[in-house]
């Protein structure tokens, strides 16, 4: 499904390129049709200068076979053959030259991605930040677990961190691996750094939450009194 995608956009990006170097698009998808059977699909028709195209084009770097598949499907249509690639080395251009199969780099620039795929790995990029750093839903920490993020977050590493809590080895890797089940620490392997980052701001969220959470109930008491004066 994912090549699938980067498919799609690189032959998106591929229009927006034609068109920007003076090239129409004719049809995009192009089936060639031999007795009724489809024998072979160019991805675009393209016109330029009263010349047609017939355009291959790859997500990642050309090769020997892309070539070649560029230059048959071209003499099938019976127009010129192009490839827009990603990358090319220098004996893939050598032969493209002898097969007179035009070569068309897709800058770096270009971002190989439909909007769909780039808002899926920015959500995970957020939800990764946003778990590593604690900004989570609310959570009801009891006394043992505030302990337990305590202790953390005042260790320098997790030899340190078990004397503090006076855990063993078995007893701290059992809590840590049932605070990750009730879906209180992240359920990725994480660094000690990342671990004691989390428990700080867990921990000052807690706080904050706390506070709030009184401030509430002392503004729901003069709201009370003002009520019944």
């Known amino acids: 499904m994912k090549t699938r995608k980067r498919g799609i956009s690189a032959e998106r990006i591929a229009r927006r390129m ?5 090239f129409s698009i004719v049809e995009t998808n192009y089936k060639i ?13 393209a016109e330029k200068n009263g010349e047609k195209y017939a355009v291959e084009v790859k997500s990642g770097k050309a090769s ?3 070539v070649r598949q560029a230059y048959a499907n071209a ?32 800058s770096e620039y270009y971002l190989l991605l439909e909007p769909e795929e780039l808002e899926s790995i920015v959500k995970k990029c957020m939800e990764d930040v946003m ?14 677990t505030y302990k337990f993020f305590k202790g953390i ?16 080895d078995k007893e701290f890797r059992n809590k840590i691996s049932q605070l990750k089940k009730q ?36 503004i729901e008491k003069i709201r009370k009194k003002i009520i019944n004066l």
């Open 75 to 106: 003499k099938l249509a019976g127009y010129k053959p192009l490839l827009i690639c990603k990358k090319s080395d220098n004996a893939i251009k050598e032969a493209s030259k002898k097969l007179n199969v035009e070569i068309m780099e897709i």
């Open 183 to 218: 879906g209180l620490l992240p359920s990725r392997s994480l660094s000690f750094d990342n671990l004691k980052k989390f428990c700080i701001s867990i921990l000052a969220r807690n706080e904050i939450i706390i506070k709030l959470d009184k401030i509430e109930k002392e």
């Open 131 to 144: 778990e590593e750093y604690g900004f989570l839903p609310s959570l009801n920490i009891d006394k043992g």
């Open 33 to 45: 049709n031999s007795k009724g059977e489809n024998i072979a699909e160019i991805d675009i028709i």
């Open 153 to 168: 977050a005042n260790s320098q590493d997790f030899e340190n961190a078990k004397k503090i809590l006076k855990m063993n």
């Open 64 to 66: 020997l076979t892309s």
């Open 18 to 22: 034609l068109e920007s170097k003076g």
